[in-house]
């Protein structure tokens, strides 16, 4: 079954905007890992974020979590066209490194 | 630049003719990983080693082998290809399991004909 939901599954924006996807896991976890991935090719990790840490930045990206509700959220703050991709959330409820992805939201930023 | 590499990029293989494809790395990670992922759909983790210790994921189907020469080198063997492999196969490192950071490489795209 399924660890992780994502939504939306699709979004699409002007360039400047703000994009934020939501993440929702089952079980109980260490961390949630966020990834993007381009078209046709390999994942890039972006972001780590601790089971007891509420809210991450990286640059352009902030991250939540809230393990009550069991949900994270991504934003991407004044998008670019690069920013073009699927964004995956991704967590390890067994602490083995199986990683469990969501099914991903395509983000589309329009120039 | 350390990295994740695979080759090919693109592979084409027939119906039941097998296919290895293979990843590197230089990073000098401890755990190496495979997934399959299936057109907009998520990746699905194949198996992985943790050094020399291979670990098999419960519904990875027994057409999907895997080797582990050295800690540098894994590939994926697929002896009878059938038409529902054709992927993207990710290979991955991390340098432990659990609450790790997982490298990428670019892929392999798999067609089966």
């Known amino acids: 079954s399924q660890q992780g939901e994502e939504d939306p599954q699709a979004l699409s924006i002007q360039e400047g905007e703000n994009a934020t996807m939501n993440c929702s896991y089952k079980t109980s976890i260490n961390n949630l890992q966020w990834y993007r991935q381009n078209s046709g090719r390999g994942l890039v990790h972006l972001i780590l974020i601790r089971s007891n840490e509420r809210e991450k930045h990286s640059g352009r990206l902030r991250v939540t979590l809230d393990t009550s509700k069991k949900s994270s959220s991504l934003l991407i703050t004044a998008s670019r066209a690069a920013d073009t991709a699927s964004y995956f959330c991704?967590?390890?409820?067994?602490?083995?490194?199986?990683?469990?992805f969501g099914q991903g939201t395509t983000l589309q930023v329009k120039p | 630049d350390a990295m994740v590499i695979q080759n090919p990029r693109y592979q084409v293989t027939q119906f039941g003719k097998p296919v290895t494809l293979s990843c590197s790395q230089t990073l000098n990670h401890n755990v190496m990983y495979w997934y399959q992922q299936k057109s907009s759909q998520a990746p699905k983790l194949l198996f992985h080693y943790y050094d020399k210790d291979f670990n098999n994921e419960a519904d990875t189907p027994d057409n999907f082998q895997s080797r582990r020469p050295n800690t540098s080198f894994c590939f994926l063997d697929i002896r009878s290809p059938g038409l529902g492999d054709a992927a993207m196969y990710l290979c991955a490192t991390s340098s432990d399991r659990g609450q790790e950071t997982q490298y990428f490489g670019p892929g392999t795209r798999l067609l089966v004909l």
């Open positions: 991704a967590t390890d409820p067994s602490n083995t490194g199986k990683l469990i």
